[in-house]
């Protein structure tokens, strides 16, 4: 009960698009009954991540991460090879500190599109959750999005139920 989870990313764990309370992390914590810390940073990514990776471990000492990163290196053009390899990277460094990991994929910038193949195949290769669909979906609801790119309350609703979802059915509560 005490423990503490952290959800690593980009401006949708930031919550850009409705206030803080209303970001995923913020509704998380009050359906898991946990403290959720929200260390989102808007434009990041997963480069940057990686960067800043070890000083929010160290800052916050989590007892499990989520991680949702890519989306802006989709929208920068970066080769998906690449965003995977850094993805991989935080996965294995986090997991070398013996913090479980949760990822969640973000859908690729198109006019019909989904969660790129890459976050699936990362979480087999490393046996851990994985939500594909709840961003996708969201964003796919003109009622749930607050852009093009990012949901609304009701958005950030939706994809913490799944994320909480997805840590009951691994076991995390």
Do not use: C, W
């Amino acid at each position: 009960a005490g423990a503490v989870v952290l959800a690593f990313g980009d401006s949708l764990t930031y919550g850009t698009g409705a206030n803080e309370a209303e970001s995923y992390p913020a509704v998380l914590a009050q359906l898991i009954n946990r403290k959720v810390i929200r260390a989102g940073v808007p434009g990041e990514t997963t480069s940057g991540g990686l960067a800043r990776l070890e000083s929010v471990i160290q800052e916050h000492r989590p007892s499990l991460m989520i991680v949702g990163l890519g989306g802006n290196d989709m929208l920068r053009k970066v080769a998906d090879a690449e965003i995977k390899a850094n993805l991989r990277t935080i996965i294995q460094t986090i997991r070398s500190r013996g913090i479980p990991v949760v990822l969640f994929g973000v859908p690729k910038p198109a006019l019909i599109t989904s969660a790129p193949e890459f976050y699936a195949e990362l979480a087999k290769e490393f046996g851990i959750p994985y939500e594909g669909k709840i961003v996708t979906d969201v964003l796919y609801k003109p009622d749930q999005k607050s852009d093009s790119i990012h949901p609304n309350a009701k958005g950030y609703r939706r994809m913490a139920e799944a994320i909480a979802d997805l840590l009951k059915k691994a076991g995390a509560l």
